[in-house]
């Protein structure tokens, strides 16, 4: 115990000084082998915390958060390191909750009091492109009502709902400042300030027609032109993209790069053209660079998620599902939806299936079953088992396989899990004689001796001159006539079987007639289904027919 927490905090200060030189991912990882010597320490939780939202990876952070506050939930730290990865992932509602949680146990925490600062203050902040009635606002006035039924705003729209603070990057789409001032109810589309003042209405009496006013120019916005021009050739890109025009689209998204090198879309953009054009190396590399550059930037976590699906998606083309599983996994931990989930679960289960197929070998069974036949004869039945299990992993086809590990349990004294064995051979080979016998002799041991002799009859079904079937039917019934009608009694009570038979009123009242009257027992036969429940009484011995 003394020596795995000196290795913990051997590791932990490895870590500090990592994450102080700024090299997250050996951080995390040094952070993580702490935790293995010292799992219940909540400070190498809430150090990983800490790393893992310096990394980006604030779903983990958060996790560690979490994490923290269970293990030591009077640490104001704890719910601290909670607070900041909700606010990294934009849960300022959850987060201000979290930082309320730790200033009751710590009142005066100037972290805890920030945080909860600037979640209120994000909070305060309403999103005029959200809220349950702004598209039947936007559909029901003429400046913004032909924009619903235009897909490329509808997204847009989408976007400014989930993310308003994206709202700089559409400024120079004048669709966006018209929706914003219809919904605002103010007019943002009038003239600049330097435009002399509109011309004064002409009086009344004059009967010259009036002109009709000019449409306004969109209201300049703060964006620079750099970034302008840049979101300029990226929609041109996206235009050629979509005709397939691939060389076209290079050339407008590697423009748009030189303009704005900030912009990891850009260079996700551009890594789609390379994955249509079957280049998967040029497009992995292109989102991992994106990836970097939107750590750097701050980008929207679901932007890092496309690009690392993208990188999953690449892989998949290439049948690499392991690899693709990886990125699919850390694009759910950037952003979870659906359809990556489904991926992974799929992929798991491909994967887990492959490396079952992979691993069959029948040669190799045999090997493993010849070394338990080998420890099985020297007594050694605990490594037969070993042995048997790895044969089964190796061929589970095989009947023979079940039916020797099933004599393992035997002598061993498990014997249900015997007759598991005994079934799972019989279903693979209903004609195995050896495994209709072993699941005789283990009804035998449990003293279920109707349905030792059903199984033994199977087995001189399928081999009329099978002495040990003979011989095992041979001994029940001796064993029978051994014991007193009591022992004969309680052992069939036993049976769940014979419990049903003797609860049912048409059985009871057939057998007071059979008791009454021995010769009724001939026209109670010519039902099948009576006169298989007489013969199963018959068989536990709680019936004699003289």
């Known amino acids: 115990m003394a020596d795995d927490k000196a290795k913990a905090q051997e590791f932990k200060d490895q870590g500090n000084a990592a994450l102080k030189a700024g090299k997250h991912q050996e951080a995390i990882e040094l952070y993580t082998q702490a935790i293995h010597h010292d799992p219940a320490n909540h400070v190498l939780y809430s150090n990983r915390s800490a790393a893992h939202a310096e990394a980006g990876t604030y779903s983990k952070a958060l996790e560690d958060g979490k ?6 939930p009077d640490w104001a730290k704890g719910y601290s390191r909670k607070g900041a990865a909700l606010s990294f992932l934009k849960k ?17 925490n100037a972290q805890l009091k920030s945080g909860l600062a600037d979640s209120e203050s994000h909070l305060k902040v309403p999103n005029p492109f959200s809220g349950p009635d702004v598209e039947a606002k936007l559909r029901s006035n003429p400046k913004t009502r032909q924009y619903m039924d235009d897909p490329s705003f509808l997204h847009l729209l989408s ?26 109810g103010v007019d943002l589309s009038g003239v600049d300030m330097d435009e002399p003042p509109p011309p004064r209405p002409q009086s009344s009496t004059s009967n010259k027609p009036t002109k009709p006013a000019p449409e306004p120019e969109p209201m300049e916005t703060d964006v620079p032109d750099e970034k302008k021009q840049a979101l300029a050739e990226k929609e041109l890109g996206n235009q050629a993209y979509k005709s397939k025009n691939f060389e076209a689209a290079h050339q407008h998204y590697d423009k748009a790069i030189e303009l704005d090198a900030t912009d990891m879309t850009f260079l996700t953009n551009k890594s789609a053209v390379y994955f249509e054009k079957e280049e998967y190396e040029q497009c992995r590399e292109l ?8 750590r750097e930037n701050s980008a929207d976590f679901s932007q890092i998620a496309k690009a690392y699906s993208r990188i999953g998606n690449s892989y998949m083309k290439e049948n690499n599902k392991k690899a693709a599983l990886t990125f699919f996994q850390k694009s759910a931990s950037e952003h979870r939806t659906p359809d990556i989930i489904k991926k992974i679960k799929l992929l798991e289960r491909s994967i887990k299936a492959k490396e079952k197929e992979e691993y069959l070998n029948p040669d190799m069974a045999l090997e493993e079953k010849n070394k338990g036949n080998e420890m099985f004869q020297q007594g050694k039945y605990a490594d037969a088992m070993k042995h048997y299990n790895e044969a089964i992993k190796r061929n589970p086809a095989d009947a023979k396989l079940y039916s020797n590990r099933a004599a393992c349990f035997t002598k061993l004294m498990e014997f249900q899990l015997g007759l598991q064995d005994c079934d799972e051979a019989i279903r693979i080979d209903p004609t195995f004689v050896k495994a209709y016998l072993r699941k005789a002799t283990l009804l035998t041991f449990k003293k279920e001796y109707s349905r030792a002799q059903e199984t033994y009859r199977r087995a001189l079904e399928l081999d009329p001159n099978c002495q040990e079937a003979t011989e095992g039917l041979s001994k029940i019934a001796m064993s029978r006539y051994s014991r007193s009608p009591e022992e004969v009694k309680a052992a069939a009570m036993q049976d769940p079987e014979v419990q049903q038979i003797l609860q049912d ?36 011995g709680l019936i004699q027919i003289r």
């Open 505 to 540: 009123p048409a059985m009871r009242i057939i057998l007071q007639q059979m008791e009454e009257d021995p010769s009724a027992l001939k026209n109670h036969l010519q039902n099948p289904m009576i006169a298989e429940k007489i013969r199963k009484l018959m068989d536990v």
């Open 159 to 184: 976007e400014l709902q989930k993310n308003p603070q994206n709202l700089s990057m559409f400024m120079s789409d004048p669709r966006v400042m018209t929706t914003l001032g219809v919904l605002l």
């Open 92 to 108: 300022y509602s959850e987060a201000a909750d979290v930082y309320r949680e730790g200033l009751q146990h710590d009142p005066n």
């Open 287 to 294: 989102c991992s660079r994106a990836v970097d550059i939107g």
């Open 67 to 72: 994490k923290c506050v269970e293990l030591k």
